[in-house]
């Protein structure tokens, strides 16, 4: 065990590890048992994950009865709704700070408990880094909320409701009245949003216990998994699993698979690449088109489609939505329970086909994430064509730049707005390096003039992200971004924009020369924020652009388990 190196002996050193530790271990806590630290994101200001310290008295159970040593150890947490300017500028962060606690502990492995958008991310990236033996429990999805007897999904109604509002199609008193319906319960997003597809991420990479994504927080089933994983984790330990045996290419390509055949949040893109990258794994943005766009759409689920996570998983969850696509499954991908992903498919069932479509009857032929390249994207950029306006997704019109999200706020209201339905929406200074951050603001609210016209999308461009509930015809992650110099930071107001998503091409009808002869906007420049102190200026400094993952750059990459000096 590793923790031996810490309690094994009779000298002073071991003396101090163990009588520090005794409060409430007994003696046999350090007869070579697994010592096993359970990363809990678990924070009031983080109220998807708010839960999490129950479940992980489940986990501590599990590794109670297993002959394992169990202890919890708070990790950085990230609530999405609340952390300004996002939530994002900290994933790194939050990696960062788990990898250094679980390396630096007497700890031989560890069970991530993640549920917000980004702290599954967070924490898989801290764990592959180690490489230590690691499990994670999603904390899964609230239950469905209603108002007036509708469905309400987190996220996606929120942006339609305020749109509507706008377009004066809903009352305030209504729009008010239904933020009391719309979080029901303890858990996460309820839509396949970010935090929905991460929970699926983890477990199509076989980084969970198979069956558990999607199971809804209050449901009594994810305190039964999670003492399972408590008691599975100690095993993984005795047989050496790490996160590198269970995260290889053929789990990355099941993942982008999973991720097509769930409509899954484009946020995703930017984390598996991140994880990739702490992996050493050859995963680039191509790999996403090449993999995923011919996949079918499978899952109705908002934001793309009708119903919630918890129809999700009555309808069968994600191993039966994965039975469905076997075939384009790597057979050798194994799971946390050393088994392959793909031997658990067999005995999945589709309950539901409202929710979960067969494969010959799917909601969309080719849903997967496309990837763009052109003179305005030469590292690329992504659209999600299943949220997307099908008539938008080959479009010419001429550009409207906004140099800041504050510029967009200012402008975007005035009735005497130069805009059309054709215009192309682009905002610009939002990317890594940009906001900083990459915040989800690429879903550009509507024009209100094109709104009372009727019109409700148009094809919109950004170096930043958007929220994994959005949906509309946005063109994401620009790279490389306009705080970077990339070709957004050059263009005007006026330019011709054509985007051809089949042919995957994004340009600006300008010639090179043309191009080059611009500088980047000053506007732009002057919006940028200049963090000059602690982490926010270690971000902007050292941030890599979001086609690689947007990690630090002198995070990306394993440095394993080993202590750097081992005394005091
Ligand atoms: Fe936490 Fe949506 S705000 S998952």
Known sequence: MRSDDWYKGKDRDSYIHRAWMRRGLPNNAFDGRPHIAIANTASDLAPCNSHLNEVMEYVKNGVWEAGGVPLNMPAVSLGETQMRPTAMLWRNMSAMATEELIRANPIDGVVLLGGCDKTIPALLMAAASVDLPAIVVP??????????????????????????????????????????????????????????TMGCVAESLGMTIPGVAGTPAPDSRLLQTAQETGRLIVQMVKDDRKPSDVMTKGSFINTIVALAGIGGSTNAVVHLLAIAGRLGIKLTLDDFDKIGSKVPLLANLQPAGTHLMEDFFRAGGLLALLKELKDLLDPTAITVTGKPLVSYLDDAQIFDETVISKRNKPLQDSAGIAVLKGNLAPLGAVIKPAAASKELLKHKGKALVFDSIEDFHARIDDPNLDVDKDSVLVLRGCGPKGYPGMPEVANMPMPQKLLSQGVRDMVRICDGRMSGTAYGTVILHVAPEAAAFGPLSLIQTGDVISLDVEKRTLNVELTDEELNSRKPSQKMIDALAKPDRGWQKMYVEHVNQADTGADLDFLVGSSGSQVLRESH
């Open 139 to 196: 904390g899964g999805p609230m239950l469905t909320g209603t108002y007036k007897g509708k469905a309400l999904g987190c996220g996606t109604d929120v942006w339609k409701f305020s749109e509507e509002l706008r377009a004066g199609k809903m009352s305030e008193e209504d729009f008010l009245k239904s933020e009391q319906s719309m979080i029901r319960s303890r858990g996460h997003c309820n839509t396949m949003g970010t935090a929905s």
